[in-house]
């Protein structure tokens, strides 16, 4: 058991946030009609709005928290546009024109992000970080070998392995056999990258109306009526962007996404000749167990953020920083003791075909289900549902506007399975630790 970390002072509150707090909405003369109403201000709802309000439409956003306050400030800023499954998955599922598509889908979805914040010149420390994925077995190291040549030989990526004996050159660790390096992958500050869209948005006459909950859609012959406590508003076109935090008010997505809450914690600022020897190239990383850990120095290169899964067994938010402090340790056991500044949770929406959605059900518009890569992804589809109500079929088109949107029996949004599924993943992981090379 490695000592404890000083916790003295932490905040609950997201290290992101305090650069970057959520936006103040305007709650006076909330328009009664408008040609769109959207539930959910996070990336996909705004990025929605933008790309709406800009060709002309009127558009008024809704969220139950601040704008932001879901899932888009409280990520780890990963950039990736990654999917649940490999390329190989993909080819595997779907054979290879359609999973080379897909694919490509990821890369188009990240250069539509980088070059949002470029052309918009939105500050939010995005960064070409390039990512490194450490390898938690031999065979998971053999496996990435096998994964970097298929992407090396179908997408012009330059995706490379680094032995177990260079690893110190990426991450001043042990704890991996070694890894794989994606250079096509980045960072940034994700709040502020919220508030850069939020902002766009409100200059092109988005009006969002936030800490209103939106309690019933009601579909008329060619309108949809959005109610809350104190209102409602009639809109020509409904668009969905709950993601993890689907409510009950869309029962039927509420059927079809799994929330799965996720927690960071924030080093104190460290010694930067430390963070230089433990993260060397300043990476985002990743490693191959099936319940990981996601991190990454901050943006001014002085912190370490380090996320994983919260698990669903308590609501305890201390544990749960104390567990991902023992897995920061196990990692970097120089960090033993450390002062954590923050710690933090929310809910990624995952499906259960672990891909992400682009989906008209009775009128509504849904982009959803990002599996804990919505980044990249909920900008991306968001725009795409915005593109659909503007009729601009072919750069609407997505490989996700298609997908069949799968539920399973009797599950209604309450998911009481997810302490089992995620014990059951642990131990798969802690036998593939466990196992001799
Ligand atoms: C801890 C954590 C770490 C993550 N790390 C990464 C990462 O490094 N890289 C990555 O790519 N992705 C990451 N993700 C996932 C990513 O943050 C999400 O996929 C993305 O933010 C989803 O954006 P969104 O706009 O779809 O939904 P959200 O930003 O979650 O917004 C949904 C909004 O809908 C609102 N809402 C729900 N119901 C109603 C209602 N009835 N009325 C009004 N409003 C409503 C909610 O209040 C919420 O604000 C992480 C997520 C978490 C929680």
């Known amino acids: 058991m490695p000592k404890a970390p000083n916790v003295e002072g932490l905040k609950l509150t997201p290290y992101w946030w305090e650069s970057a707090p959520s936006p103040e909405s305007d709650h006076s003369d909330i328009p009664v009609t408008a040609d769109v109403g959207i539930v959910g201000a996070g990336f996909a709802g705004m990025m929605a709005a933008l790309t709406l309000a800009r060709a002309g439409r009127s558009v008024v956003v809704f969220d139950a928290l601040k704008a932001g306050a879901g899932g888009s400030s409280r990520n780890g800023g990963i950039c990736s546009g990654n999917l649940k499954f490999s390329l190989s998955g993909l080819i595997g599922k779907f054979g290879l024109e359609k999973g080379k598509d897909i694919f490509q889908e990821g890369i188009n979805a990240r250069s539509s992000l980088r070059k949002l914040i470029e052309d918009e010149g939105i500050d939010c420390g995005f960064k070409m970080t390039g990512r490194f994925d450490g390898a938690m077995h031999v065979n998971d190291y053999e496996q990435m070998g096998r994964e970097s040549d298929l992407m090396n030989k179908h997408f012009d990526l330059g995706v490379y392995l680094v032995p177990r004996d260079k690893q110190h050159e990426e991450l001043g660790t042990d704890f991996y056999k070694g890894g794989q390096v994606r250079p096509d992958i980045g960072g940034a500050q994700p709040a502020e990258l919220h508030r850069g869209i939020y902002q766009r948005a409100v200059e092109a006459g988005v009006r969002v109306v936030d800490e209103t909950e939106i309690t019933s859609i009601v579909k008329g012959n060619s ?215």
């Open 223 to 437: 309108d949809f009526t959005l109610s809350w406590a104190k209102g409602s508003i009639v809109t020509g076109h409904c668009i969905v962007a709950t993601n993890g935090y689907t409510d009950k008010v869309t029962s039927w997505l509420r059927r079809r996404i799994v929330a799965v809450p996720s927690q960071l914690i924030a080093t104190d600022e460290l010694d930067q000749g430390l963070i230089n020897r433990l993260m060397p190239k300043g990476r985002m990383i990743g490693e191959t167990r099936n319940i990981f850990n996601y991190y990454r120095p901050s943006p001014d290169g002085k912190r370490i953020i380090f996320g994983g899964r919260r698990g669903a067994d308590t609501d305890d938010d201390m544990q749960k920083c104390l567990h991902l402090y023992h897995n920061l340790v196990e990692i970097f056991p120089e960090l033993e003791g450390v002062r954590l500044s923050h710690t933090w949770w929310g809910y990624t929406g995952h499906s259960f075909n672990y891909l992400p959605h682009l989906t008209v059900h009775d009128g509504i518009h849904y982009a959803t289900g990002f599996c804990g890569s919505g980044v990249v992804w909920a900008p991306w589809l968001g725009k795409k549902a915005a593109l659909m109500i503007i009729g601009d079929k072919e750069n609407a088109r997505s490989n996700f506007d298609e997908m069949p949107f799968p539920t399973r029996p009797f599950y209604n949004g309450n998911p009481w399975f997810l302490p089992a599924v995620i014990g059951w993943y642990s131990l798969k992981d802690r036998m593939n630790q466990g196992r001799k090379h």
